[in-house]
């Protein structure tokens, strides 16, 4: 195993079935590229021109409440829209489908400067609720079968807002990574008659090289088979298929382990750590899907400071996802890292 | 087809096998996010820092020799390295193995303030003979299965250096990407005997609205599927297996085609247009490529402006590839563009 942590080396991830190149030497070359600017937190809780802080007017006209708890509300601009006719085009080598869904905004608290990591327990346990809810609204309607929840953060990841928020894109077809996990999940449920992220979690728990944060019910680690410089997971020790069948102990553990872990991602470069992070959970489409595992992946930019980050470009588009760092190195810097947030001890 | 163009649809990508998902309303959101420096032509010809001008020392000690044609050279920071040993681990659930292959850099031109779309069509002609003559030199070793030609531009496409430069990481294992449209045009090789792409060029040249540029041997278009904003693909209407079998007329007719290509790309927003390129051809394992097509794409990060690009984050990570015009809209945006660069009028 040794070589392969050394030297340039393929992994493979069980969940999508695709292959990723790992090149362990490469942060060794100086970097002459781009800068990005270090994020900050907000210094202000509430901020005039901001379309989610409550009271406030958004683009559309509407005047959001003065909510007091996480609050959602269907996109102003939304991607996917309702009551899109159903059609389709193929000739064979041209060929679409209509799309149908609905797109939300998920504030997660009134107060503009906050973020995941500075906020209580008690709070993101608030958030998982709403998703919770959402989930259940969304998912039973027969024109969605799949609600993808998922969190844009820092400028850097596109998010146009601090605001601490989220969004929720819910459709009626499957999306491509969801096919895939589905896919792989079913082979392996069909094979052993249990669920594959469970067996890997079992492993990886013995190994414990990976592994970040732990609490009843909850893990999170570093993926063996990790893109993203920082990538990491969180994984229900129980085999729970969709979020709504958390149980109100399930969801406490798991907004102790997403504080945690995102107070650990800010302590690395002593930034606001900016990343995207979505639930991958079962579809809504009324099938059986006993294969499915739920898990929260955080994909997180940063490589080398809070200004420099990896760029997923010409190889990484055209060929095969290629990362600078072992899924070990990173999961050791993220494990030393403080449980208390560094802003804390300023 | 009306309604696919106005209303949220999806497409499906006959090279991948895979949907996109399409959203030609949502640019009439407000962009309050992130704006990235508009990139700007260097000034100097000649730049004694950087570390692709001929003759300077580059960070591994080596000296670049007075070269005054593309000139290229093994990468001082390779992500691929030869002489790997070869090994492999698997568990079932972690799996991996050894990795080996050769990073080049291509130097497109001695003069550091050069871009494609301002070389002279006999210059960018070399540069593609280069290619020809690295593709060949790589991937007759046994050890190289497949050879990636790609151009990273520009800083937000993670460009360290404004040097005009390429790369080519050629290693042992075919990339997810090469696996996918080997498999495709595979498929509708066997089932009809000719060729998926060259099928799809004969559509679009009946359709036209797609088609951006045309010569003898080439054709520039917005693929049906594109997912970047400006995305586009030069195709040669011979089915080209791999770069190498291009003949002399034929490599001028591709330079000449870039040429204008990216001059088109660099008058939309009257900047030095960013973008990752790169060449899809077959395998070079020793197998039978007929099913093949060579394809040169491009995919340029901006949106709305030289400084707002599209992300590619959350729901386009964790779901679905998605755009927020249509393939057509582009076109005509790209198509109506003048051949001659704006920097010529100023
Ligand atoms: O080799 P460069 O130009 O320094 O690096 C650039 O291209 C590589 C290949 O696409 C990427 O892996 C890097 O993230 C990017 O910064
Ligand atoms: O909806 P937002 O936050 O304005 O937009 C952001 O997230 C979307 C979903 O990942 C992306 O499509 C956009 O490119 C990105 O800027």
Redesign the pocket.
């Known amino acids: 195993m040794q070589d392969f942590n050394d030297n340039p080396h393929r992994r493979f991830n069980i969940l999508t079935g695709e292959w990723i190149l790992v090149s362990p030497h490469r942060t060794k ?1 100086p970097w002459q ?1 781009k800068n990005e600017e270090p994020a900050k937190f907000s210094q202000v809780s509430y901020d005039e021109n901001c379309y989610l802080c409550p009271g406030n007017t958004r683009a559309s006209g509407d005047v959001n409440p003065e909510y007091t708890a996480p609050f959602s509300f269907t996109n102003d601009f939304a991607a996917l829209l309702q009551d899109v006719p159903e059609e389709q085009f193929d000739d064979g080598l041209l060929k679409a489908e209509s799309e149908s869904g609905i797109c939300k905004v998920v504030c997660f608290s009134p107060n503009h400067a906050l973020t995941l990591p500075i906020m209580k327990v008690e709070e993101i346990a608030q958030v998982i609720a709403l998703w919770q809810e959402e989930f259940i609204g969304l998912g039973k309607r027969s024109d969605i079968n799949y609600v993808q929840i998922f969190e844009n953060k820092g400028a850097v990841m596109g998010c146009s807002n601090p605001h601490p928020h989220g969004q929720i894109w819910a459709q009626r077809s499957i999306p491509e990574e969801i096919i895939k996990k589905t896919q792989q999940q079913e082979h392996y449920w069909k094979d052993h008659k249990k669920s594959l992220l469970g067996a890997y979690l079992e492993q990886e728990l013995e190994l414990k090289e990976r592994i970040l944060v732990e609490n009843e019910h909850f893990v999170a680690l570093v993926p063996y088979w990790a893109i993203w410089p920082y990538e990491t997971m969180i994984i229900p020790r129980r085999k729970v298929e969709t979020i709504d069948q958390l149980t109100d102990e399930e969801v406490r553990d798991f907004a102790d382990i997403i504080k945690i872990l995102t107070i650990k991602y800010d302590n690395i470069f002593k930034t606001s750590f900016p990343y995207s992070a979505g639930i991958h959970q079962a579809p809504t489409d009324g099938l059986n899907h006993e294969e499915w595992h739920m898990h929260m992946s955080f994909y997180p930019p940063l490589l080398r400071s809070s200004t420099v980050k ?7 588009l055209f060929a095969n996802p ?1 990362r ?1 760092i072992t899924a070990e190195q990173a999961a050791l810097t993220i494990r030393s890292q403080s449980n208390e947030h560094y802003t804390n001890s300023i």
Chains 1, 2 share one sequence.
């Open positions: 070359r590229g990896k760029f997923m470009v010409g190889y990484e290629q600078d």
